[in-house]
């Protein structure tokens, strides 16, 4: 089985596990590199969940 990774969609990096620094939004969870990229989300999150999609 494949392991499932994690996108970081504020600077764009893969993760490899869950990490501590989470954000639930819309019953989906944002998983985050650091306690900065996750600040970032949390002040502003429509702007980076556009980019996604």
Do not use: H
């Not at 990096?13 to 019953?27: A, F, M, P, Q, R």
């Not at 969870?29 to 980076?48: A, L, N, V």
Request: one cysteine or more; aromatic letters at 14%; charged letters at 45%.
């Amino acid at each position: 089985m494949a392991k499932k990774k994690y996108k970081d969609i504020v600077c764009r990096k893969w993760l490899s596990k869950e990490t501590k620094n989470l954000v639930e939004k819309d019953g989906k969870k944002y998983y985050f590199c650091c306690p900065s990229c996750k600040e970032k989300f949390e002040k502003d999150p429509e702007k980076y969940i556009k980019l996604v999609g």
